[in-house]
Every structure is written in C-alpha cells, then in structure tokens.
C-alpha cells in the first residue's frame, strides 16, 4: 500500500488522542480521522473530571497540542452505530481503533437502590460538568450525604458537595450549575470504603488537596488506621499507596477544627443496605469489617445504621457497547488480545476481527490513570503498525478524505469541526470574561454545534 495508512480513531478523549499521536509518530505514513459522538474533543476531560481538579488544564493543553497535527481530523456530532456503520466505515479506512471510554455508573445492587435520593456519581459528574447528555438541575436539599466508594470520582464528588458555589465560580462551571450549587444544604460528607487506607485508589496528591479549602475539615477516624501484613507490603511496593496512607494519617491525627463542612471519610465500613421511609432516602447501613492478612476483609457481623438523605454511588464506570461490535457485558470491555478485537463474547477468545482495534477503558475496562491509557495506546498502535507492515490489513475502497465527509453531508449530519472547536472554545471564554472567569462552558447540544458545526 502506497498511499497513507487511513485510521478512523473512534472517541476523541485522552485514550484516542494517545493512540493517534502515537500514530502520527511512527514511521508510517497515516491519515486519522478522530470520530466523537459529542460535539466537542476531549471526552472525561471535559465531562468527566471535576472542574476544580488541579491538574485539568496541564491535560487538555497537552491533548490539544496533539489535535492540531495535520495528519488528526476532528470530525465531532457522529455518533457509530447510528449514523455510520462499523461495516461501512471499512470502506473508508484500513483500520478503525474504539477509544470510547464510559460515562455510566457500574451497577451496587443494594437493597433501597429505588429509593428517591440513591444516586450515581456518573449522573452528578454529568450534571456538574454540563454535560447535555445529563439533566440541568440536581435537589441538594440533603443536608446529610453519604458517598460510597474511595476512588477519584468519589473524591471528586465530595469535594464538589462540600465546596462552596462561590469557591467553585473561578471554574467552568456553566451558570445552571453555579445557581444550583448556591442552594446546596449538605453539611456532613460521610465516605465509605469496606476496606482499609492502603487499599483506598486515591491519587496523594488530589487527597491532600481536598483540605485546602477553607471550608472543608477532612476527618478521618483514628481506629480506621490499620494495616495487615499485605497492606504494608503495598506501601512498601508504591509509594503512591504509601503517600496515601500517609496522608490519611495526617487527617485522623491532628486537632479538630471549625470549618463549616465535615468530610468523614470511614474505612471498614461495607455499606449493606439504603435505607428510606416513604420511598425516600433516609439512611445507610455498613458492616463493619477487619482485614483478613492479605489485603482483603471479612465482615465482623457489626452492623450501623447512619442518618443521611442521599447516597451517591462511585463505585466505577461501566463501558457501554457499540453497535457492530461485540461486547463483554460482564467485563465491561469490547473483547480483545491486548489490542485486536476477538470475534467472541468472552474477553481471551477467538479470532481476531481484521482491522478492528480498541484501546482505553473500553479495552480494559474503566480502570486506571493517564499512565495506563498511555500504555494502552502504545499496545494496541503497535499491534496495528505490526498487522498494516505484515500486509493483513485489507485495503479501504474510498480512499479519498472528502469521501466519507460527503457521505455525512448525504445523511444531514451537521459534522463539528476542529475549527469549530476553535469557535466553541473562544465564545465559551469570552462568556466568561465578564466576570473575569476563564470560561463559562455552553451547555446544550445545539448550541456547540451552532458554535462548532458547519458556518453559512
């Protein structure tokens, strides 16, 4: 094959952005187009990370240096599936990478989980960061709130809960989400994780940062420092986990303080049931547990029944399917040999399905950091370079870029643009200039793609 290998990449967020530029820098010659379902790049970035977190705009600055290369077409408002095929993707490019990542809450089946206030952490994460796929208003009136879960996103979540509107307004919070964050009445933030500090996903340094507001005194409870023989081995053996135990230390050591909201963040503590009175939420109720000398633990049959009005779920994210495609419902991850999709239900079986990649969370399944993304994307461009140079790649039919943009334009897809991101990005900042904010990101769908989309 003479002419440049044609990738159509599939999600625009950090795992597709990695595998393109990554694509860009190999010794082949290539032409990606870099589909999103949403209008705008970026994926979790943009709607998944809280917009306080401290290290978002180092992120997107480095993704957006990749979305300017030449050989990278944005090509945004597309969603696969429905309108285009996966079969009829093929005829235009020689490989297609699924990059698609999630934004749905994984399924705790607990008794109570109908009840009015039980809610998913993806749904508030969506609602925050202006996300049009997710509603415009949240109730806040729970003055008591529990959060299940000790990862980033719980961290997120309950950082946001006990913030202040006002603290929050130097972000790119959309206005929707300000004036209902003013209303907020929660006061306690009560986190629970079943097992101990050294087992805690937390990242050191977004915990040590959640008690730099003035507002929130972090409290951890000094019994909940305990550690077995494995879970000493885990500090030892990263020093991440050992910073985070570290710190937690810190927090259940010190003297109490007066700030105006509390954050208990309880370890030991698996919750069993949610608990309510005329179909709302009224409580949680934990197991107590202990660790049992390998880094897990075993309830000790000690049962507590805590006051709170909503319960947030942030245990993990669940990858949905794409059509054409198969799909592991029980891992959660487009079944794959670390890199080429398997024509099999089970992840490790079955063949390879010629020219079908996938990379990310949806490879994986929703674990993990930027480091593994990266290492993702490294496994499966280099499985692809090795396919393309071996000849088993089967050539596209309609090799010419403007091919496929007809076909969208055929179908009345308002495709959004790089360009058009450029336009998005500057009205967004100049909405925020006013008020001396960096932005005030636009909410609704129509309006990105009168930003972003095709200009009369």
Request: with cysteine.
């Amino acid at each position: 094959m003479n002419a440049p290998l044609r990738v159509a990449v599939v999600g625009s967020g950090p795992a597709g952005i990695y595998a393109s530029d990554l694509l860009v820098k190999s010794d082949v010659d290539v032409q990606i187009d870099l589909f999103e379902k949403m209008p705008t790049p970026f994926g979790l970035i943009r709607y998944g990370v809280a917009p306080d977190h401290p290290r978002i705009k180092g992120i997107v600055q480095s993704l957006h240096n990749v979305m300017e290369k030449e050989e990278i077409r944005f090509l945004g408002n597309i969603e696969i599936g429905r309108d285009i095929t996966v079969e009829e993707m093929k005829e235009y490019y020689d490989a297609i990478i699924f990059a698609t990542g999630s934004t749905a809450d994984k399924v705790l089946d607990l008794p109570g989980s109908d009840l009015y206030g039980n809610f998913g952490a993806a749904e508030f994460v969506g609602f925050y960061d202006g996300n049009p796929n997710f509603k415009r208003d949240w109730d806040l009136s729970a003055e008591k709130v529990a959060v299940i879960g000790v990862g980033n996103v719980s961290l997120d979540v309950s950082r946001i809960l006990a913030k202040t509107a006002d603290e929050l307004l130097v972000t790119e919070i959309p206005d929707n989400v300000y004036q209902t964050l003013k209303g907020n009445r929660a006061k306690e933030i009560h986190v629970f994780g079943r097992r101990g500090p050294a087992q805690a996903k937390y990242t050191p340094k977004e915990l040590k940062e959640l008690d730099e507001s003035p507002t929130i005194e972090v409290i951890v409870n000094p019994e909940d420092i305990d550690y077995d023989a494995a879970s000493e081995q885990a500090r030892r053996d990263a020093k991440a986990t050992d910073l985070v135990c570290q710190t937690l230390e810190g927090y259940a050591m010190r003297e109490p303080q007066d700030a105006p909201h509390k954050l208990y963040i309880h370890f030991f503590e698996s919750p069993t049931e949610i608990l309510g009175e005329d179909g709302k939420v009224t409580g949680i109720r934990t197991e107590r547990t202990e660790l049992d000398g390998n880094g897990g633990v075993t309830g000790t049959g000690k049962f507590t029944d805590w006051d709170v009005q909503a319960v947030y779920r942030a245990v993990g994210y669940h990858p949905q399917s794409v059509d054409g495609v198969p799909y592991d419902d029980r891992a959660a991850v487009i079944p794959n040999d670390g890199g080429r999709v398997l024509d099999s239900d089970a992840t490790g079986e079955g063949e390879p399905i010629q020219g079908l990649y996938a990379t990310g969370w949806i490879k994986r399944g929703p674990v993990g950091l930027i480091g593994n993304t990266k290492s993702d994307a490294k496994d499966t461009t280099g499985m692809l370079l090795e396919d393309f140079k071996a000849g088993k790649l089967a050539e596209a039919t309609k090799r010419d870029p403007q091919d496929i943009l007809d076909l969208l334009a055929s179908r009345d897809i308002k495709v959004t643009t790089w360009e058009g991101w450029h336009r998005l990005d500057a009205a967004e900042r100049a909405a925020g200039e006013p008020h001396e904010r960096e932005r005030v990101k636009i909410v609704e769908w129509d309006d990105m793609v009168r930003h972003a989309g095709p200009q009369d």
